[in-house]
């Protein structure tokens, strides 16, 4: 579904339906609500006539009136309240389906489920209590603007009566009778937007009940400790916007455990789809693709994602801390296991010279750092949990020399006793690999060692190293 629909398209979903259903419960409600008491006095006034009906009207306006004033303040407040946590909402929704892969790669899919709940129960009771204001200060205002009107009429049809009763009871009768017609256009005006909104509120939640084609959780968890031996087998792939393109074709490897596979290829030759694979954002059309021999289709998805860390080529980071990015998808970290983590990862080289250490605030996508800085973040994410597998999609490839050092060095501290899989895209990253699979148009074409492959006269990889064409 996020291949084929737009993040806009989906904001506006959470958004603008959301906000009809807002519309649902907050100003028509009061409308209806007005309506409704209007077409209550018009039938009280047309069953019962009484002169002292003037004064009683009369008496209740300064008390309306002043309601009105203290029940105004109220509900201004309220509904900034309520726009301002719809903007909070909104603004999290849209990061978190931008940056829906960091969040399927680490399995936060259920907490961020909950998180937007949470959030959003907290703006549906704003919208309640400003429902509830909105109803009674319109129902009172109006109310007491009619029931002028209505005594004047009233009397008016009493000075008539006094020489021709049939003729004024006649007439205010009719008066009456149009005010509750007028009224009831209201009320069928209330019933119209209800609908309305009850329609955006289905779309709403067809989204939020609607079942992915790839399980969230569910499947088999390993026993014994998980070794990281991949094998794709026979794997044939085209993603859902290309259905008639395939990506990967026949497609076999073995990655054996606790070894560094490189993958280089052309722009397009299906190097990043590999990981993807891996990490079951997808699954294949054709074949299967297996760790330690078990189906992945077969093993919990969220015990699998747990078992792998990622480090993309752009590092996606969360508007919050330092620290809360490199925790984030895991638990039950001690402090001491955070410093070193991030010392290995030489986040502190750059952390310790900020005033707030890794509470620092690093703005929305981290854009207060440097692109150096964000990288070794996401090495240290990727490291906090423990993984068994690590994915890096060419960590250094847009990173100055002196940044590159730094990270490089980290990545030598993160491959140790791992299953790890390079996407290059630089000659630097891939010499010191076990093993290099070479793709083209989505099949394996070549493998071996670097000296290997080198070694070969007329060598798909030597042509590509010649040209420096795998980016």
């Known amino acids: 579904m996020f291949d084929t629909k737009s993040t806009g398209e989906l904001v506006g979903r959470l958004t603008g339906d959301a906000q009809l259903v807002s519309y649902a419960v907050t100003s028509n409600v009061s409308d209806g609500l007005r309506s409704l008491i209007m077409t209550t006095s018009g039938i009280s006034m047309m069953f019962y006539i009484s ?6 009207g009369l008496s ?12 105004g303040r109220y509900l201004k407040k309220i509904s900034r309240n309520v726009q301002d946590s719809l903007a909070v909402l909104n603004t999290e929704a849209e990061e978190r389906i931008s940056n829906i892969r960091i969040v399927k790669a680490y399995a936060q899919e259920i907490q961020e489920v909950k998180r937007y709940s949470s959030k959003l129960q907290d703006v549906l009771k704003l919208c309640y209590k400003e429902s509830l204001y909105r109803g009674i200060f319109f129902g009172m205002t109006g109310l007491s603007g009619n029931v002028i009107i209505l005594s004047a009429l009233y009397y008016g049809g ?3 009566s006094d020489s ?10 009719l008066l009456y009778a149009a005010y509750v017609g007028i009224s009831l256009n209201g009320l069928s005006s209330f019933y119209s937007e209800l609908n309305k909104a009850l329609g955006a509120s289905s779309h709403l939640f067809e989204l939020i009940d609607r079942k992915p084609k790839i ?9 014994n400790e998980l070794t990281g031996d991949i094998i794709f087998q026979n794997v044939n792939f085209s993603y859902p916007t290309r259905q008639n393109s395939l990506i990967l074709r026949d497609f076999n490897l073995h990655i054996p455990k606790h070894s560094i596979t490189a993958i280089v290829g052309s722009s397009g030759s299906g190097k990043s789809t590999v990981a993807m694979l891996l990490l079951r954002l997808y699954d294949p059309c054709k074949g299967s693709v297996l760790l330690d021999d078990h189906d992945l289709k077969e093993l919990d998805p969220i015990w699998v994602k747990s078992q792998i860390g990622v480090v993309p080529q752009e590092p996606i980071l969360f508007s919050g801390t330092i620290k809360e990015n490199i925790l984030y998808g895991t638990e039950n970290v001690t402090e001491h296991e955070i410093e ?14 900020m005033k707030d250490g890794l509470n620092t605030i690093v703005g929305e996508k981290g854009i207060t750092l440097s692109g150096g800085q964000r990288q070794r973040i996401a090495i240290a994410r990727a490291l906090v949990k423990k993984p068994k597998i690590l994915i890096f999609d060419e960590a250094t490839s847009a990173l100055d020399a002196e940044s590159e050092r730094f990270v490089q060095e980290a990545l030598e501290h993160a491959t140790h006793g791992k299953t790890v899989l390079t996407i290059a895209h630089r000659l630097s990253t891939i010499k010191n690999a076990d093993k290099i699979v070479v793709i083209d148009q989505g099949e394996v074409v070549e493998i071996g060692t670097y000296s290997t492959l080198m070694s070969l006269e007329q060598g798909y990889f030597k042509n590509l190293v010649k040209h420096q064409a795998f980016t």
């Not at 209740?60 to 029940?71: F, K, R, S, T």
């Not at 021709?164 to 009768?173: D, E, K, V, W």
């Not at 070193?340 to 010279?353: D, M, P, R």
């Open 60 to 71: 209740v306006v300064p008390i309306v009136a002043g309601i009105a004033i203290i029940n």
């Open 164 to 173: 021709t009763i049939t003729i004024g009871n006649l007439s205010a009768f």
């Open 340 to 353: 070193e983590i991030s010392k290995k990862a030489h986040v502190l080289e750059f952390t310790n010279k």
């Open 51 to 56: 002169p002292q009906l003037a004064l009683v």
């Open 158 to 160: 009493v000075m008539v």
């Open 215 to 223: 399980p969230i959780k569910g499947g088999k968890i390993l026993e």
